[in-house]
């Protein structure tokens, strides 16, 4: 009962999250729009790689699991960077609404990682 209220939770603040962060695009200039489009979506793509990869190892052990989630994050890092890179390169956006909106985006996203690893950890502890 509490893991489905928590994750009611998460979802909630990931909807409202999401929700204002792509309301700046009403807010927002015409020009900067795709950028901040462009930034949101490379920030979510990032997510969407830690999600297919804890599902992919989830019967690992968790001397394992870790061993694997580590080297996952190093991929996934030097991916985004390099997407990042030729987004920046060969885009036709406006790049500092696509730098800012990238950040903010993957702050907001590895926070709510952080959160999720916190809670497999207590989960398997406790």
Do not use: C
């Not at 509490?2 to 807010?27: C, D, H, V, W, Y």
């Not at 052990?61 to 996934?76: K, M, T």
């Not at 030729?86 to 907001?108: C, L, M, R």
Request: zero cysteines.
């Amino acid at each position: 009962m509490e893991r489905k209220k928590n994750q009611k939770g998460l979802s909630i603040a990931l909807g409202i999250g999401t929700f204002f962060f792509l309301m700046m695009i009403f807010i927002l200039p015409n020009h900067m729009t795709n950028g901040w489009l462009a930034g949101y979506g490379l920030g979510v793509v990032t997510i969407l790689l830690h999600f297919i990869a804890s599902k992919a190892f989830k019967r690992l052990s968790e001397r394992n699991y870790f061993r694997v989630y580590f080297l996952g994050i190093a991929i996934r890092f030097v991916l985004v960077i390099a997407l990042f890179i030729w987004i920046i390169i060969y885009g036709k956006i406006d790049q500092i609404s696509f730098t800012v909106s990238f950040i903010i985006s993957y702050i907001f996203h590895s926070v709510i990682e952080i959160i999720l690893i916190n809670k497999k950890l207590t989960n398997r502890t406790g």
